[in-house]
């Protein structure tokens, strides 16, 4: 062997060495940042489940609120039905308690008269005998005073019930 073989071989050995150098060098490096990659993403993960877990908490909370402020609504909403059905049937047993008392003529509904002449019955002076200070009245006929009794009971439960639409309306728009 000649010596510019052996320097040629020399050379080719010292190319391949450095080859290989090079690749050992790659995958090294190669094994690093995959390291490195993968804590950075298992960090990156840790996080994005930390954020979804306090956003998954405050979801939950939220939800418990509402639920909360909905039970207080509806026994809010079951008070004030107790109570208007207690007003509407307070109103219709005075209602009945009424008819029953003109019925039987404990009771007579009765009309103010105003004198045309002089346009006003009102004294001067308040009298002894009631509060009523018009000199003439006129008794109804019981039949018309039923009739009276039923339409003001009517609008007595119109009002009762209107009055409990309101309450509704309020307690849920709060």
Do not use: F
Not at 129 to 141: I, S
Not at 145 to 158: E, F, K, M, P, S
């Amino acid at each position: 062997m000649t010596p510019a073989q052996k320097l040629a071989g020399l050379a080719v050995l010292i190319l391949a060495l450095m080859a290989v150098a090079a690749g050992v060098a790659w995958q090294v490096q190669d094994w690093r940042m995959g390291k490195q990659l993968s804590e950075q993403l298992s960090a990156q993960s840790a996080a994005h489940q930390d954020r979804l877990d306090a956003i998954t908490n405050e979801a939950w909370r939220q939800q418990k609120a509402e639920q909360d402020r909905r039970l207080v609504t509806e026994q809010q909403l079951a008070i004030q039905d107790q109570q208007h059905t207690k007003e509407l049937s307070d109103a219709q047993r005075n209602q009945a308690r009424l008819r029953d008392q003109l019925a039987t003529a404990d009771v007579r509904l009765s009309v103010l008269i105003e004198d045309s002449a002089s346009g006003c019955n009102v004294p001067t002076a308040p009298g002894a005998a009631g509060v009523v200070h018009a000199a003439r009245r006129a008794q109804l006929d019981p039949a018309h005073a039923q009739r009276i009794i039923a339409i003001t009971g009517d609008g007595d439960n119109a009002v009762i019930a209107l009055r409990a639409c309101q309450a509704y309306v309020r307690a849920v728009a709060h």
